[in-house]
């Protein structure tokens, strides 16, 4: 089975500076998803952002980006000149391609902004 | 475009009470339709999934049960709520078919059982 493993439950950063969220993940599998969700005080999930991983190249959403190593299985979030609004539960979740419908979270972590 | 509806947004039961959380979504056919639920301070557990009407798959054995009486609605059930019930529950639909294409969520139920 496939485990998502977030290290960090809390992060803080400076407004208008750059963070950078840690995501491991265990698979045998060599083709699935990989996601990255918001969670705001609001509760409401969000996607952020998405890595396919037969492709090399990084996603890139505006200000977020991601460090996809595949051999490696990390899979980090670098959020760059971070808002306010940027405060929230950020999920790293892990989705095969072969028939299975689940999505696979890791347990979050915190992130605070300080203005 | 495509919204997704989810009620109540909070929901305190006694023990031993029956529940019905429903979700609907709009602007799209055949979603795929699933439930999660979120304890506190943790990630989020897939409890139900469906692919079509009447298809529903379970992936942890739960006091819970869902239903997808229509193409776009899909009900998570209880006969007799447990304390352990107790949590952040949301529905999510993605496009049946596309691999790989997004899980959009609800707003969700927060359900306390007392």
């Known amino acids: 089975a496939q485990t998502v493993t977030q290290s960090q439950p809390e992060m803080s950063v400076q407004e208008a500076e750059t963070v950078t969220l840690s995501c491991t993940y265990d698979?045998?599998?060599?083709?699935?998803?990989l996601f990255w969700y918001k969670q705001p005080p609001s509760r409401q999930m969000i996607l952020v952002i998405r890595?396919?991983?037969?492709?090399?190249q990084n996603a890139t959403e505006n200000r977020f980006s991601v460090n996809f190593q595949k051999a490696a299985k990390s899979f980090s979030l670098k959020i760059s000149d971070s808002q306010l609004g940027d405060a929230a539960m950020y999920f790293c979740?892990?989705?095969?391609?072969?028939?299975?419908?689940?999505?696979?979270f890791g347990t979050g972590t915190r992130l605070t902004i300080i203005p | 475009s495509q919204t997704i509806h989810q009620w109540p947004a909070t929901l305190v039961q006694p023990v031993g009470s029956p529940l019905s959380l429903e979700c609907t979504v709009e602007?799209?056919?055949?979603?795929?339709l699933y439930w999660y639920r979120q304890a506190a301070g943790r990630g989020l557990q897939l409890l139900f999934y469906?692919?079509?009407?009447?298809?529903i798959s379970s992936e942890v054995p739960q006091n819970l049960s869902a239903s997808r009486p229509q193409d776009r609605q899909f009900i998570l059930s209880s006969k007799k709520l447990l304390l352990s019930d107790s949590g952040f529950y949301l529905c999510?639909?993605?496009?049946?078919?596309?691999?790989?294409?997004?899980?959009?969520f609800g707003a969700g139920t927060r359900l306390s059982v007392l």
């Open positions: 999510a639909w993605r496009n049946g078919g596309i691999l790989g294409d997004i899980q959009y």
């Open positions: 698979t045998s599998e060599s083709d699935y998803y």
């Open positions: 890595q396919e991983a037969y492709k090399q």
């Open positions: 979740a892990y989705r095969s391609t072969f028939g299975n419908e689940k999505l696979t």
């Open positions: 602007g799209t056919s055949n979603p795929n």
């Open positions: 469906s692919i079509g009407i009447d298809q």
